[in-house]
Each structure stands twice: as C-alpha cells, then as structure tokens.
C-alpha cells in the first residue's frame, strides 16, 4: 500500500470513530482531501486509494489539475476566491467553500446565470473574530443571507469556518460550536436548512465532527507536511 493509501485508510478510520462519537455515520461526513501544492501524479495516488473528492485553494494551480485528471473527481474550491476569477471557475467546482462577502457571492450568480449552471456555495464564517480571517461576521449573515436566498444561481448549502491555528485541537471546539449554532439559529429564522457544516482539517478534524461537521478539509495528514509555503 502506498503511504497515501496507508494515511487515508486511517483518516477514514478516525472519521467513522468520530462520527460514531457524535451519534451519526461516517457516510454522514464528507472528507475532502486538499490536495494544494501537490501535483496530479500524487493526487492520483489518492485516487488509486478510492478518493474522489478533492480541494485546492488557489484557481491558477487548480485548473491544469482539474483537466490533468480523470472527469469523474469531484473538486472543491476551498480558499479565498476574488471577484476577477469567478468566470475562470463558475462550473469547474461542485463546492465553492470560501465565499465571504456579498459581493462576490452576487457576481457568482450573475456569472452562474450566464453560463446557465447553478453555483454550490457555503458561506464563510469569521466565528472567532480573527483580524487577518475572510469571512462573514456572525452579526452580517441574517442581512447577508436575506440578500443571497432568493438568487435564482446559487444554492447556499451551509457554512464554513476556520479555527485559529493551536497547538491544542480543543482550542478549535468553542468555534465549531459557535459555527453550529450559528447555523442553526440561521435555520430556524430562514427557514432554509444550511444543511453543511465544512468545519476541520488535519489537525482538529475529530473536533469539527463531533461538533457536527458534515465536511472535513483534510490536506497534510493525507498527503505529508507541505513545502514552507502554505497558501
Ligand atoms: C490548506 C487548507 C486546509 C487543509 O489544511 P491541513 O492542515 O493540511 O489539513 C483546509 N482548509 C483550507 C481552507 C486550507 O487552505
């Protein structure tokens, strides 16, 4: 088995457990493997391995990805994406994870709307009030979401959140928490479900699913500790 292979076998295995702690299903958490600054030959090792869903967080290293590998994959746009590059990517994505204003949440329609698709989008939530975080603040979603539930291009599926960085897994739980009670304060005045929680990655992804994550981001615990730059 390859290493790749051998690190998602137990990722997996500590998604069902968490899961399980949680009282859902591992079938009930969507793992996506970030696959940023790696290359299509590694990536199709995770393949190999039975991994369909991938992430990538920047639109120019993802594309000549997308087209290197098999059509089948189902890729996600994780990171921050501006406003310029939503023609590049409207369509290319099943998940749009990072949108965090207004603004480009309109433009994605209006864009999604003359290609004739319908865009998936979470919003995304700065819950811990982190200067250098994107991402909505708790107290704009209800306008936010008002503005952005009638658009006839976007489906808004749910949330996202990223904790602060810490040694300490647990430092990340209250966030969590707070993004799941955001979302289901959000729900029952909407009406809408918000049914997706993308909250975790490597290193605190066990308490992002037991604060009820739906999808886990999951990079460098599959693929190794990426190269000193990490965008
Ligand atoms: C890189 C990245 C991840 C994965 O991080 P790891 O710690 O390598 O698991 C998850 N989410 C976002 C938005 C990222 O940019």
């Not at 009406?191 to 049914?195: E, R, T, V």
């Given at each position: 088995m390859s290493q790749i292979a051998e690190n998602l076998e137990f990722i997996r295995q500590r998604i069902a457990a968490a899961a399980e702690r949680n009282g859902r299903s591992a079938k009930e958490v969507k793992l996506v493997a970030v696959s940023k600054t790696y290359p299509p030959e590694i990536i199709r090792e995770a393949v190999e391995a039975a991994q369909q869903c991938f992430g990538e967080n920047r639109v120019q290293d993802a594309l000549p990805k997308i087209d290197a590998l098999p059509p089948d994959l189902e890729w996600h746009l994780i990171g921050h994406l501006q406003t310029n590059k939503v023609r590049k990517v409207i369509g290319r994505f099943a998940l749009f994870h990072g949108v965090d204003n207004t603004a480009l949440a309109l433009q994605m329609n209006r864009i999604a709307g003359e290609f004739g698709v319908t865009a998936s989008i979470l919003l995304e939530v700065n819950v811990s009030g982190e200067e250098s975080k994107f991402g909505f603040t708790p107290n704009a979603l209800p306008a936010a979401l008002e503005e952005l539930f009638p658009l006839p291009h976007l489906r808004i599926e749910g949330l996202m959140t990223m904790a602060p960085y810490s040694e300490n897994p647990d430092c990340a739980r209250p966030v969590f928490e707070g993004l799941r009670k955001l979302r289901d304060a959000l729900s029952a005045a909407s009406?809408?479900?918000?049914?997706e929680l993308s909250m975790g990655m490597s290193g605190d992804f066990e308490q992002g699913i037991e604060e009820g994550a739906t999808i886990v981001r999951i990079g460098s615990a599959i693929f190794g500790t990426r190269a000193a730059v990490t965008h």
């Open positions: 009406g809408h479900p918000l049914k």
